[in-house]
């Protein structure tokens, strides 16, 4: 296994080799490299190889001349390779400067960009091409105070001179740098394209190693945090953070240099203090698996070593330091290697439990072994992570092998320990759940059978029929309280924080609690006056506080007054349910709060329950920073009071997060949450990027629930309660989905979606219709006036989650539809316009050369305006539209001279963003299809007019106008494409952005007039 590992790896490697090894072509021969039979476009680099002319202790370049030295003066040089011996042949010396220089021939008919990436030249450089400098990294200079290190790749681009030469001279200089200085590293050459390409790929596979190597150094930490006190987790973690500096400070593209401007001796000691820290890291990490020897001899050595290598790295200079370092390096191979060995050795004789770390050792090995074979030959090769990553995940799998072991006993040893406490829960939880899907059978098929047989049933039957509904609607609330009991205990759940009115709750619960006194006589009183102030808090979780506090009330009321008050003390509102039933006694009162306890069980036992509804209450009116207590007395009654924030109390903090909005008790109370509360103001524009519903329905406990099914997290929804107030909205902001009930007064959903159909088609703005009949004709009438889909009431949760999500896809479709079509008008220039503009431009160097450089100015800047893809659903000044309009209009009155006359009359609008090709196809289509159609041409006038909060703009012409025929038309999408999109276009992005879109005017022979209105304070929608 372990050989076919070592293979897979070994394979992997050399593909990678062969796959971005630079394509095959002969070495440089003397100072030059002739490559005219390469295709540059074909995507391969090729490495710079070769003899290239060296000139030691001499600049070549001089300003933007190339300084012409005498033939005894240089010398041809290897690359990659040292300029030692070149340097002071007598001796030899990395230090001083000298010049490189490598002549290319590329083909001088290839129109290609091409660029040069230079990995390391030791330790300053710059690059000269056909007498210009491109780039340098460092200083070089001829004498060590002038000159300053710095060797960080670097990539230049240019172009061939007109006979496919490229002179390349390559300056540099040392004297910092003790180890073999010259250009050590192949220089890659190729296109622009390709160049950048493997640059990007490079750096790209060591940040991946670096991520993937810090994503394991996150779970090592966080283990150990949560009680995994193992000391090997923080040496692994450790060494993975030595392994990722080091391969981001020394690795092909030292990327960490471009980061943090370090120079090179202290880049050369961090280098070496990554080093140390990471075989000490190792060893650390592998000691506990050596022999007993090793554990208490060998291991401290190596401790001494590293922290005499870590001092030295502190005080000595980098030469001296580079010798320390190699010394230090082949030490601890040496001692890694023995270490390694004996790690085999384990690893063979319990082979299945240590197949991971003999693995994690073949990779990383492997992994050093060509490390070490690209080091010496100067191979420069796209950066290859995968065996680090298969070594370092290899590594840690050991940790998380053992960690799970560990944790999975704990965990084992745990549950035992806690499964006596939990059995009651666990029991009771599940049984609910099981419970829960028959007992709504029973009722369902209990109330059918009912309502069937009714009228041939005897009364005796009938009662005996509806005492087994309210035992089984009675069971349903226990199963709802044990659930909702285990929900609590199992999470704090988070609250979604509103105003709303109190007195509203009350009146909805008491609505569904009245059928339960059955024949008792109570009755329900609501004390709450109807102006009292509004209350902050999760109306779903105060319905269910109030649903439990009545319902409690109930239960132990035979005969009297169930009452509700509500009252401000200190600045928050304090509600109290009072009964006239049996009451409680000190000890009781004690204890009423705790689960599954029940006063007086004896006494009520036909009531049932398990004694868990104001434990809930309790735990939810703390979590809404209140407080429940109760006050009672024996036989006279009780009263629980509890404590919310009044919504209009200073310093207020609302989280509003995104709440679990299937209430705790059920959807009838879902059904019966508060009404919305209009009395806000203004509906806040939405800012999130999420689709935007309206819901419309003259109900406002309707609408809570279609809010409830339809997830904030999901939707930003806005309300509207009649179809007025829908219509108001639509001109507010873009619209993704209307829903509307059909049954509404003053106007209908039917009649709703018919006007909405006035101004938007199904596809920019989908409409879904919830009606309570299903027959075939109320459906057909539905699809009739315009509406997308429809849902039958009582809604389901599911189906209409679907069918909203089905619609927004829609309008999301079509939106994207809308801005491809804007891209394509911004990409396309006719080639009539092209070929005439450059026809003019041809005929003006005849004559007019001034004339003809302006014109050439111009055409440049519109392309450059008409050819800048930004976001085409952003706003961009008014200034750039207008400024994209002047290059077109002096281009086609350059061709058309004395036919075509612009008149403008523009205000002061830098303050005003429109969309993006607004008014240019407006005066585009003026030209070409106004004007130009009469032989003696027109004139055009455009009005930008400042009217304080908003600015009209408008394109005039006295071109050949249009029939109403063709205005009806102009607007409206063609499927034969007889219209063109320009202006339909500009029409949709009007409206999105501001609600409106053109007015035309126009008559047969009396011109057009095309305008639109944008607004100052408007706000971007995305």
């Given at each position: 296994?372990?050989?076919?590992?070592?293979?897979?790896?070994?394979?992997?490697?050399?593909?990678?080799?062969?796959?971005?090894?630079?394509?095959?072509?002969?070495?440089?021969?003397?100072?030059?490299?002739?490559?005219?039979?390469?295709?540059?476009?074909?995507?391969?680099?090729?490495?710079?190889?070769?003899?290239?002319?060296?000139?030691?202790?001499?600049?070549?370049?001089?300003?933007?001349?190339?300084?012409?030295?005498?033939?005894?003066?240089?010398?041809?040089?290897?690359?990659?390779?040292?300029?030692?011996?070149?340097?002071?042949?007598?001796?030899?010396?990395?230090?001083?400067?000298?010049?490189?220089?490598?002549?290319?021939?590329?083909?001088?008919?290839?129109?290609?960009?091409?660029?040069?990436?230079?990995?390391?030249?030791?330790?300053?450089?710059?690059?000269?091409?056909?007498?210009?400098?491109?780039?340098?990294?460092?200083?070089?200079?001829?004498?060590?105070?002038?000159?300053?290190?710095r060797n960080v790749p670097y990539t230049a681009s240019f172009m061939a001179d007109e006979n496919g030469l490229i002179d390349i001279v390559v300056q540099a200089a040392n004297y910092s740098?003790?180890?073999?200085?010259?250009?050590?590293?192949?220089?890659?050459?190729?296109?622009?394209?390709?160049?950048?390409?493997?640059?990007?790929?490079?750096?790209?596979?060591?940040?991946?190693?670096?991520?993937?190597?810090?994503?394991?150094?996150?779970?090592?930490?966080?283990?150990?945090?949560?009680?995994?006190?193992?000391?090997?987790?923080?040496?692994?973690?450790?060494?993975?953070?030595?392994?990722?500096?080091?391969?981001?400070?020394?690795?092909?593209?030292?990327?960490?240099?471009?980061?943090?401007?370090?120079?090179?001796?202290?880049?050369?000691?961090?280098?070496?203090?990554?080093?140390?820290?990471?075989?000490?890291?190792?060893?650390?990490?592998?000691?506990?698996?050596?022999?007993?020897?090793?554990?208490?001899?060998?291991?401290?050595?190596?401790?001494?070593?590293?922290?005499?290598?870590?001092?030295?790295?502190?005080?000595?200079?980098?030469?001296?330091?580079?010798?320390?370092?190699?010394?230090?390096?082949?030490?601890?191979?040496?001692?890694?290697?023995?270490?390694?060995?004996?790690?085999?050795?384990?690893?063979?004789?319990?082979?299945?439990?240590?197949?991971?770390?003999?693995?994690?050792?073949?990779?990383?090995?492997?992994?050093?072994?060509?490390?070490?074979?690209?080091?010496?030959?100067?191979?420069?090769?796209?950066?290859?992570?995968?065996?680090?990553?298969?070594?370092?995940?290899?590594?840690?799998?050991?940790?998380?092998?053992?960690?799970?072991?560990?944790?999975?006993?704990?965990?084992?040893?745990?549950?035992?320990?806690?499964?006596?406490?939990?059995?009651?829960?666990?029991?009771?939880?599940?049984?609910?759940?099981?419970?829960?899907?028959?007992?709504?059978?029973?009722?369902?098929?209990?109330?059918?059978?009912?309502?069937?047989?009714?009228?041939?049933?005897?009364?005796?039957?009938?009662?005996?029929?509806?005492?087994?509904?309210?035992?089984?609607?009675?069971?349903?609330?226990?199963?709802?309280?044990?659930?909702?009991?285990?929900?609590?205990?199992?999470?704090?759940?988070?609250?979604?924080?509103?105003?709303?009115?109190?007195?509203?709750?009350?009146?909805?619960?008491?609505?569904?609690?009245?059928?339960?006194?059955?024949?008792?006589?109570?009755?329900?009183?609501?004390?709450?006056?109807?102006?009292?102030?509004?209350?902050?808090?999760?109306?779903?979780?105060?319905?269910?506080?109030?649903?439990?506090?009545?319902?409690?009330?109930?239960?132990?009321?035979?005969?009297?007054?169930?009452?509700?008050?509500?009252?401000?003390?200190?600045?928050?509102?304090?509600?109290?349910?009072?009964?006239?039933?049996?009451?409680?006694?000190?000890?009781?009162?004690?204890?009423?709060?705790?689960?599954?306890?029940?006063?007086?069980?004896?006494?009520?036992?036909?009531?049932?329950?398990?004694?868990?509804?104001?434990?809930?209450?309790?735990?939810?009116?703390?979590?809404?920073?209140?407080?429940?207590?109760?006050?009672?007395?024996?036989?006279?009654?009780?009263?629980?009071?509890?404590?919310?924030?009044?919504?209009?109390?200073?310093?207020?903090?609302?989280?509003?997060?995104?709440?679990?909005?299937?209430?705790?008790?059920?959807?009838?109370?879902?059904?019966?949450?508060?009404?919305?509360?209009?009395?806000?103001?203004?509906?806040?524009?939405?800012?999130?990027?999420?689709?935007?519903?309206?819901?419309?329905?003259?109900?406002?406990?309707?609408?809570?629930?279609?809010?409830?099914?339809?997830?904030?997290?999901?939707?930003?929804?806005?309300?509207?309660?009649?179809?007025?107030?829908?219509?108001?909205?639509?001109?507010?902001?873009?619209?993704?989905?209307?829903?509307?009930?059909?049954?509404?007064?003053?106007?209908?959903?039917?009649?709703?979606?018919?006007?909405?159909?006035?101004?938007?088609?199904?596809?920019?703005?989908?409409?879904?219709?919830?009606?309570?009949?299903?027959?075939?004709?109320?459906?057909?009438?539905?699809?009739?006036?315009?509406?997308?889909?429809?849902?039958?009431?009582?809604?389901?949760?599911?189906?209409?989650?679907?069918?909203?999500?089905?619609?927004?896809?829609?309008?999301?479709?079509?939106?994207?539809?809308?801005?491809?079509?804007?891209?394509?008008?911004?990409?396309?220039?006719?080639?009539?316009?092209?070929?005439?503009?450059?026809?003019?431009?041809?005929?003006?160097?005849?004559?007019?050369?001034?004339?003809?450089?302006?014109?050439?100015?111009?055409?440049?800047?519109?392309?450059?305006?008409?050819?800048?893809?930004?976001?085409?659903?952003?706003?961009?000044?008014?200034?750039?539209?207008?400024?994209?309009?002047?290059?077109?209009?002096?281009?086609?009155?350059?061709?058309?001279?004395?036919?075509?006359?612009?008149?403008?009359?523009?205000?002061?609008?830098?303050?005003?963003?429109?969309?993006?090709?607004?008014?240019?196809?407006?005066?585009?289509?003026?030209?070409?299809?106004?004007?130009?159609?009469?032989?003696?041409?027109?004139?055009?006038?455009?009005?930008?007019?400042?009217?304080?909060?908003?600015?009209?703009?408008?394109?005039?012409?006295?071109?050949?106008?249009?029939?109403?025929?063709?205005?009806?038309?102009?607007?409206?999408?063609?499927?034969?494409?007889?219209?063109?999109?320009?202006?339909?276009?500009?029409?949709?992005?009007?409206?999105?952005?501001?609600?409106?879109?053109?007015?035309?005017?126009?008559?047969?022979?009396?011109?057009?007039?095309?305008?639109?209105?944008?607004?100052?304070?408007?706000?971007?929608?995305?």
């Open positions: 296994m372990v050989s076919l590992f070592l293979i897979i790896l070994t394979g992997s490697r050399i593909l990678w080799i062969v796959s971005f090894n630079s394509a095959d072509f002969p070495p440089a021969v003397n100072g030059e490299l002739d490559i005219r039979e390469w295709d540059g476009t074909a995507g391969r680099t090729i490495a710079l190889d070769g003899q290239w002319a060296f000139y030691p202790n001499v600049w070549l370049m001089e300003g933007a001349d190339v300084k012409e030295a005498s033939g005894s003066s240089h010398q041809y040089i290897q690359v990659p390779g040292r300029w030692d011996a070149y340097m002071r042949p007598e001796g030899g010396t990395p230090y001083g400067y000298g010049s490189f220089r490598l002549r290319v021939y590329v083909n001088p008919e290839a129109d290609i960009t091409y660029s040069i990436r230079i990995p390391s030249v030791r330790s300053s450089s710059e690059l000269f091409v056909n007498g210009r400098l491109l780039a340098k990294s460092g200083q070089p200079a001829a004498s060590e105070e002038a000159y300053s290190a740098d003790p180890r073999k200085s010259g250009i050590v590293r192949s220089i890659k050459f190729g296109s622009e394209e390709a160049i950048d390409r493997e640059t990007r790929l490079s750096m790209a596979m060591q940040q991946v190693v670096a991520i993937a190597f810090l994503i394991h150094v996150v779970y090592v930490v966080i283990l150990y945090l949560l009680g995994y006190r193992e000391k090997k987790l923080l040496y692994f973690a450790l060494l993975v953070v030595s392994t990722v500096l080091s391969i981001l400070i020394g690795g092909d593209d030292k990327i960490l240099l471009y980061w943090i401007p370090i120079g090179l001796e202290w880049s050369l000691k961090l280098m070496f203090l990554f080093v140390i820290v990471g075989t000490y890291s190792l060893l650390q990490c592998i000691v506990h698996r050596l022999p007993g020897y090793w554990r208490t001899k060998i291991s401290p050595g190596c401790a001494v070593i590293c922290g005499a290598a870590l001092v030295s790295m502190l005080f000595l200079s980098a030469d001296k330091l580079l010798v320390i370092h190699n010394l230090f390096l082949t030490v601890l191979a040496l001692i890694l290697l023995f270490a390694a060995l004996l790690l085999l050795r384990t690893a063979g004789r319990g082979f299945k439990d240590n197949v991971l770390l003999l693995l994690s050792l073949v990779a990383f090995g492997n992994n050093l072994i060509w490390w070490g074979i690209l080091l010496i030959t100067g191979i420069k090769i796209i950066y290859y992570p995968f065996d680090l990553l298969v070594a370092t995940t290899c590594f840690a799998s050991v940790w998380i092998g053992n960690y799970l072991q560990i944790h999975t006993e704990s965990k084992s040893m745990t549950a035992k320990l806690q499964r006596a406490d939990k059995l009651k829960d666990e029991f009771l939880a599940n049984t609910s759940h099981e419970l829960r899907t028959p007992l709504n059978g029973i009722l369902n098929i209990s109330q059918a059978v009912l309502e069937r047989e009714k009228d041939t049933l005897s009364a005796k039957s009938v009662k005996d029929l509806e005492m087994a509904m309210s035992v089984g609607r009675r069971m349903a609330l226990m199963l709802n309280e044990l659930l909702d009991m285990m929900r609590l205990k199992e999470s704090n759940p988070r609250l979604q924080l509103r105003s709303f009115s109190i007195r509203s709750v009350v009146t909805g619960v008491m609505d569904m609690l009245r059928f339960m006194p059955e024949g008792k006589p109570v009755i329900f009183v609501n004390h709450i006056p109807e102006n009292f102030p509004q209350v902050l808090g999760d109306e779903n979780r105060v319905i269910q506080i109030m649903f439990n506090l009545l319902h409690n009330a109930v239960k132990f009321t035979n005969e009297g007054e169930v009452s509700i008050r509500a009252e401000i003390k200190e600045g928050r509102a304090h509600i109290a349910v009072s009964d006239t039933g049996i009451g409680m006694d000190e000890e009781m009162m004690r204890r009423v709060f705790e689960p599954y306890e029940q006063a007086y069980a004896g006494e009520t036992m036909i009531e049932g329950g398990f004694g868990l509804g104001l434990s809930i209450s309790k735990q939810l009116a703390e979590l809404h920073g209140g407080k429940l207590q109760v006050s009672s007395t024996p036989g006279r009654g009780s009263v629980f009071t509890f404590t919310l924030q009044l919504s209009d109390s200073a310093n207020v903090r609302t989280e509003i997060e995104p709440a679990i909005l299937a209430s705790l008790v059920g959807a009838d109370l879902a059904a019966s949450s508060v009404p919305f509360d209009t009395s806000a103001g203004l509906y806040p524009a939405a800012t999130t990027d999420k689709p935007r519903i309206i819901i419309v329905d003259d109900d406002p406990v309707n609408l809570n629930v279609l809010e409830i099914i339809l997830s904030p997290q999901r939707y930003d929804i806005v309300r509207a309660t009649s179809g007025k107030e829908a219509l108001v909205l639509l001109g507010s902001q873009e619209w993704d989905l209307v829903i509307a009930d059909v049954m509404m007064p003053n106007m209908s959903g039917y009649e709703l979606t018919r006007t909405i159909r006035k101004r938007y088609s199904i596809t920019e703005l989908p409409v879904l219709l919830l009606t309570a009949r299903s027959q075939p004709e109320d459906i057909q009438n539905g699809f009739l006036s315009g509406a997308n889909d429809y849902v039958t009431k009582p809604v389901d949760a599911m189906e209409l989650r679907s069918r909203v999500q089905a619609l927004t896809e829609v309008k999301k479709s079509a939106r994207d539809r809308l801005r491809m079509e804007a891209a394509w008008l911004q990409a396309q220039i006719e080639p009539h316009f092209l070929f005439n503009t450059l026809n003019t431009v041809t005929a003006l160097s005849e004559f007019d050369i001034n004339r003809m450089r302006r014109l050439l100015d111009v055409f440049g800047s519109f392309l450059q305006d008409k050819f800048n893809f930004q976001n085409i659903h952003e706003l961009v000044p008014l200034e750039y539209e207008i400024s994209l309009v002047r290059s077109y209009l002096f281009i086609e009155q350059e061709r058309f001279d004395d036919r075509l006359n612009v008149a403008w009359e523009a205000d002061e609008c830098g303050q005003y963003k429109i969309p993006p090709l607004t008014i240019q196809p407006l005066v585009e289509n003026a030209v070409k299809h106004g004007i130009m159609k009469r032989s003696r041409g027109g004139n055009i006038q455009i009005r930008i007019s400042d009217k304080g909060a908003f600015a009209e703009i408008s394109v005039t012409d006295d071109g050949v106008g249009m029939d109403e025929g063709l205005l009806q038309r102009l607007l409206e999408r063609q499927t034969d494409h007889s219209t063109g999109i320009g202006l339909l276009n500009t029409d949709l992005r009007l409206k999105r952005h501001f609600g409106r879109g053109l007015q035309i005017e126009s008559k047969p022979g009396g011109g057009t007039t095309i305008s639109f209105t944008v607004y100052k304070d408007h706000k971007h929608i995305e």
